[in-house]
């Protein structure tokens, strides 16, 4: 079975500032990797995903994320935060399971990104 | 496009009630999901449907069931709640691409007293 880390439970940056959340997953095989946003009181946003191809995958709202098999993270960076960054991000894996029908998508615990003006 | 629509948006249970939150898809997409969400806990899945008539046990589905009745509504039953399912539950579904995202609803928080 999958199972997704997510070493930060809470970060602050400084408005302006660049900005790594990491990530790290465990599969037996290359996994679908994910990372969502939610903002107070909504639901799930995608960010980017990674399946295949360039391990750099660039993502919305200028964020981008890098596959490092060797490591088994993705961890997400933006060069430059703003304000409205400030949410929950949420890595994910999703893999096939027993018998090889069912797709789960498989969270890590998030992390809470503050951002000081 | 509506996407997903969960309901209620939110609601207050008496505990030893039973309660179905709605989920409803307007994508065609065959897989759905439950999810709840809770404090320091992330996402974890309740129960998930590959396609229409067929349903699966997923991380946490003590206390709850579901049923895939046609391809767009996928509700989730609790049967007589308890304190411990206050939460925020989460529908999703997946796309027919070969990427593996999943679409999620707005939420619907359910508090049990």
């Known amino acids: 079975a999958q199972s997704v880390t997510q070493p930060d439970i809470h970060i602050t940056v400084s408005e302006g500032a660049s900005l790594e959340l990491r990530c790290n997953y465990s599969y037996g095989a290359t996994p679908y990797l994910f990372w969502y946003v939610q903002s107070p009181g909504q639901g799930l946003q995608l960010l980017l995903k990674?399946?295949?191809?360039?391990?750099l995958v660039q993502g919305i709202k200028g964020f981008e994320a890098e596959f490092k098999r060797s490591q088994s993270s993705f961890n997400l960076r933006k060069p430059s935060v703003q304000w409205s960054d400030a949410a929950e991000y949420f890595c994910a894996v999703g893999a096939v399971g027993g018998g090889g029908s069912n797709y789960k998508l498989t969270f890590g615990k998030g992390t809470l990104l503050t951002v000081n003006p | 496009t509506a996407g997903i629509t969960q309901a209620p948006t939110s609601q207050i249970l008496a505990a030893g009630r039973s309660m179905t939150l709605r989920c409803t898809q307007d994508m065609r997409h065959n897989a759905m999901y439950w999810y709840r969400q809770d404090l320091g806990l992330g996402l974890r899945l309740i129960h998930y449907?590959?396609?229409?008539?067929?349903?699966g046990k997923g991380e946490v589905p003590d206390g709850y069931s579901v049923s895939r009745a046609n391809t767009d509504d996928f509700p989730l039953t609790l049967a007589s709640a308890v304190p411990s399912q206050t939460s925020v539950y989460f529908c999703a579904s997946r796309g027919h691409s070969n990427t593996g995202e999943l679409f999620f609803g707005e939420g619907s928080r359910l508090t049990v007293l």
């Open positions: 449907s590959n396609t229409a008539g067929t349903t």
């Open positions: 990674y399946f295949s191809g360039d391990t």
